[in-house]
């Protein structure tokens, strides 16, 4: 059993990704995690879409708050509840499925008792800086029994 979230998020990696929720809804992969680091990689396609023929910024978004919040979690202990309290992201240059795999990169800027915040920066196949950034994650304590 993992003591830390940090573990946890190594184990989940390790077996190729996420089980359940979002992150495999949208085709997600943890691809490296650190203490207060976390690279998520992704495959926008046409089902990713907007009405304009671009990856919906919504995609782009869960992408960047899903980094954010596992760095957050990659510091705390592997049952303390968590969640993002605001997210700010400037979006920089549109993605389509040509412009995969996307990687979003996070790194916690403060940790403290009560808030995190973290930014994330998403780079296309080029490394080009498509979108990025900041996050703030409310910590609510270990998980109720």
Known sequence: MSTSGL????EIFAQGGFGR???RTLGLLGTDVAFGKVTLQGHPTPDHYNPAGAVHGGYVATMLD???????????AADTRYSTLDLKITYLRPLTESSGPVRAEATVIHSGRTVASAEARLLDKHDRLCAHATGTCI???PQAV
């Open 66 to 76: 899903g980094a954010i919040a596992l760095a957050v979690y990659s510091t705390l």
């Open 21 to 23: 929720g979002i992150g």
């Open 7 to 10: 573990e946890t998020l190594r």
């Open 139 to 141: 910590i609510a304590g």
